[in-house]
């Protein structure tokens, strides 16, 4: 074949994915993991847990320092947070796109935020769901919640 184009062989993926508190205690964790397989992804490892503060502050080490660290770790191990290994051909990049933008009010409609989310007046935080944003940060926060 003459195409300039580099097949990509190589893009297997696996990401971490966090149902947040937000999420469980509105009893949206089924809906969640419903569109990551809907969407072809599949669910390797999955647990439920209430994270360390010592976890939560590893997993959000790129954060430290900023305002909302504190609230952050707060929040997130303020209950039960479901985690789940997913895996797919550029997973990384297509969960995050299913997950839409950080902050709900805006992030797209069809997407997880968008659709499920919305701004309480308050913790800006709760935007039920974390992706990892790397295969650096995958491999990494995988080992954290998956040991
Ligand atoms: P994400 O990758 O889309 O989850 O966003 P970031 O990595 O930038 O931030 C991590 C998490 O911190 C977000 O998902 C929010 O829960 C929270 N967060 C981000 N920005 C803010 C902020 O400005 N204020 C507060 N309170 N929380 C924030
Ligand atoms: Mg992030």
Do not use: C
């Not at 949206?28 to 939560?56: C, D, F, H, S, W």
């Not at 947070?81 to 297509?94: D, F, K, M, W």
């Amino acid at each position: 074949p003459s195409s300039k184009e580099t097949p990509v062989t190589h893009n297997h993926e696996e990401t971490l994915v966090l149902v947040k508190p937000d999420g469980v205690e509105r009893g949206l964790t089924g809906q969640i993991l419903a569109r990551i397989e809907a969407k072809g992804y599949v669910i390797t490892e999955l647990r439920m847990l209430t994270p360390t503060r010592e976890m939560l502050v590893k997993h959000y080490e790129e954060h430290e320092g900023k305002p909302f660290f504190e609230p952050l770790v707060e929040f997130m191990g303020s209950g039960p947070v479901v985690a789940a290994r997913v895996t797919g051909n550029r997973v990384i990049e297509g969960f995050r796109s299913l997950a839409g933008a950080t902050e709900p009010t805006t992030a797209a409609p069809g997407t997880i935020r968008g659709d499920l989310g919305r701004d309480w007046g308050e913790q800006v935080q709760k935007n039920l769901v974390h992706g990892s944003d790397s295969t650096l940060s995958a491999e990494r926060e995988l080992g954290i919640w998956f040991g």
